[in-house]
Nanobody, 124 residues
Framework: QVQLVESGGGLVQAGGSLRLSCAASGRTFSNYAMGWFRQAPGKEREFVAVVSRSGGSTYCIDSVKGRFTISRDNVKNTAYLQMNSLKPEDTAVYYC?????????????????WGQGTQVTVSS
């Protein structure tokens, strides 16, 4: 089992920044690719970004490219999502997730473990 706890959400004005953290415990953190997802009111959950086990490879969806950066610290067992230039359409509950993966794999689905979510609200 892997336990994931997100933090760092909040209310921010458009154009502002937030950094989300996802603290992991349980099994060996570096064995898992880490992803971030979000779910806006009335919408399905959406994949946002993923970082490989080593942190050397990342991928994010087009709508956040250039604004969001995913990273991880395998010593601190924590994944991060730095969000800059936030827009009202980024408002959602953000979830981190873990998936056992091969070394450089960047999965967009099939995650095994999920956090409880953290609310991000961007005002216009």
């Amino acid at each position: 089992q892997v336990q994931l706890v997100e933090s760092g959400g909040g209310l921010v004005q458009a154009g502002g920044s937030l950094r989300l953290s996802c603290a992991a415990s349980g099994r060996t953190f570096s064995n898992y690719a880490m992803g971030w997802f979000r779910q806006a009111p009335g919408k399905e959950r959406e994949f946002v970004a993923v970082v490989s086990r080593s942190g050397g490879s990342t991928y994010c969806i087009d709508s956040v490219k250039g604004r969001f950066t995913i990273s991880r610290d395998n010593v601190k067992n924590t994944a991060y999502l730095q969000m800059n230039s936030l827009k009202p359409e980024d408002t959602a509950v953000y979830y981190c997730a873990a998936r056992a993966a091969s070394y450089n794999f960047l999965p967009r689905d099939g995650y095994d473990y999920w956090g409880q979510g953290t609310q991000v609200t961007v005002s216009s």
